[in-house]
Each structure stands twice: as C-alpha cells, then as structure tokens.
C-alpha cells in the first residue's frame, strides 16, 4: 500500500472511531463571504470585504453548533477559491477542522455554494451539462431564447460517514429573488425570475428521482437556499406532492420559540421561510427530529450570536442516526 494510502486509511479509522451514534448537518447562506458592492455602517462600499464583525459572528455562530458536515451559500468567487480557503482556515482557528470539503461552479460568475466535512468525501458528481432554454427580452424588445445552465450549480456528494453508513448530499442555490427585467416566462401567471427557479427546481428534481429510482434505499439530503416560499412552483417541485411515488420530505424545522422563518429581508422587516432540509424516505427513518433546529441565539447572549449579525440567514440544523432504521 503506498504510503500517502496508508496514512489516509489511519486518519479515516480515527474518524469514524471518533465518532457517537448521530451525526449532525447544517446549511446556512451566510451572505457574501468575500469581496463584493455593499452597504458597512449604513453607506456604500465597492468592492468591499465582508466586515469582520459579521465573520467573527459567522464562526462564533458555528462554534456553537459544531456540525460534523457544514453546507454554506454565498461564497465570492474568486480563481483562487480564496474566499473558500479562507473560511476553512478561520473555522480551523475556532475549532473546526474540516479536512473535507468541495465546491461547485454554476453559470453565476459572482457565488458558489461549498460543502465541509468532518467525513471523507468518496465522490463529487458533475451535473453540468443540466440546462432549461430561458427567453430573454433586449432593451429594444426583441427577443432571444438560449439555454442556461444552473446558476449556482448543484452540489452532489457522497460522503462516508462509518464504514457502513453513507449519505447522499446535495447542497443547492436557486436564482435570488432580485428582478431581472429582461427575463421573460411561458407563463403570464409568473415572472421570469419565478421561472429560472421553477426550471432550476426541476432539473434538480430529476436528478434526485433518478437517483432514488436507482437507489430507493438512499440517505440521501437535499439542502439549501431555494429563495422561495413552500407554496410556490419551485419549492412544491422540489418536495413533490404526498402520495407521489419517489416521496420526499420537508423537514420542517423551528427554533427554540417554535418560529419557522429563515430569512430576514430588512428592507421590508419582513420575515420568510426559504432555506430548507429535503430528506429521502431511506433517511427520515435516521432523523431524529428532537434534536433538529433553526438556530436562533439564547436569552442573554451577546451581540456576536445574534443570526443579524452574521447574515440575512439563519442556519438549519439536523441530526441523523449513523446506522439505518429500518422498519
């Protein structure tokens, strides 16, 4: 056995002897780690970092969940993965130490979404050739229709977490809810916007069925920002319909209070739930729903714990039996 081999085999043997029973999963959109356009203290900036107060919460924040495998969006893109590395080697500081972990590209230039693991990683599926045709509308009215790929791509691992559990995670980002004036739909009943989602949640869709048609026994998660309510087109598409013959399942999680919101648009002060934890029947026979939460602060901490002072997001967090239950 090469030796590179060798120390690979002790340092998974450590892990999974390491590990308990359950194991936990979280997914946060943790707005803009990197450099972009935005608003610090109230004014804005071009090409400005993400302050560091906001950071020093992000990790506090984690700190304090210390899930075995993190799935985060909104991540600046950068040809060095700079940013990406960055948060690895901040969460590393706090004592998070991932020695796993894989990003995706989509057709958005500006964000990718990326997945740490405490678990090796055995695979990272490709599904960049998934595209939809989208008709776009030039400021002289004439049209053009072309097709798109994802946006933020779609994440799809294996990730071993004993020798005889696996788990199947996909790690998503549908379009944002910011107006594309040029994108125009098939239907008059939705934007165009409404529609990249709707395609977007298809595609994924399909690719979930086909792989539970292939493995109907899988534990297999599907997580992340959707950018729409449970009633709309996309999420509906995603999670299907009861009684549908590949079922899946919207967890459903709440805080401590029993609230389900997810995200805080503050220019309105309004409060929504778009982020989200789809799970496979093989794998809500693991859930154990007494300890899943939407992670909102406790009375009496300070500022640095406050879900605002990291993100427009809240984190999702879920634990799993390490060995299957069956029936």
């Known amino acids: 056995m090469p030796l590179f081999l060798f120390f690979l085999f002790l340092h998974s043997v450590t892990l999974f002897s390491q590990s308990s029973e359950s194991y936990s999963v979280c997914t946060w959109n943790i707005q803009n780690w990197g450099v972009t356009d935005r608003f610090v203290n109230g004014r804005f900036e071009k090409e ?148 990249v989602r709707r395609q977007e949640a298809l595609l994924i869709k399909n690719t979930l069925n086909r792989l539970l048609v292939a493995q109907p026994e899988a534990n297999l998660l599907l997580m992340g920002d959707l950018n729409d309510t449970p009633r709309s087109k996309a999420v509906k598409t995603i999670i299907g319909t009861k009684g549908s013959e590949i079922p899946t399942y919207d967890l459903w999680l709440q805080d401590w209070l029993g609230d389900w919101w997810t995200h805080f648009y503050f220019p309105d002060k309004s409060y929504s739930r778009i982020d989200y934890m789809i799970a496979s029947e093989g794998l809500m026979r693991d859930w154990i729903k007494e300890k899943s939460f939407i992670y909102r602060s406790k009375e009496g901490d300070p500022e640095s714990y406050l879900s605002t002072s990291a993100s427009d997001h809240r984190p999702l967090v879920a634990f799993f039996r390490s060995s299957d239950k069956r029936r």
């Open 48 to 195: 400005a970092m993400k302050p560091e107060e906001e950071m020093k919460s992000i990790l506090t924040i984690l700190k304090r969940i210390h899930p075995d495998i993190l799935g985060v969006s909104e991540i600046l893109r950068d040809p060095q993965d700079r940013y990406l590395k960055l948060l690895q080697e901040r969460l590393k500081k706090v004592g998070l130490d991932y020695p796993y972990f894989a990003t995706v590209h989509g057709s958005d230039l500006r964000i990718q979404c990326a997945v740490f693991s405490r678990f090796p990683i055995l695979e990272q599926y490709s599904h960049s050739s998934l595209q939809f045709e989208v008709t776009h509308q030039s400021k002289e009215g004439s049209r053009e229709r072309s097709p798109q790929g994802l946006l933020r791509g779609l994440l799809h691992l294996r990730i071993q977490i004993t020798p005889d559990y696996e788990l199947q995670l996909m790690q998503v980002h549908l379009k944002s809810k910011r107006p594309d004036p040029s994108l125009l739909s098939d239907s008059p009943n939705e934007t165009g916007d409404d529609y």
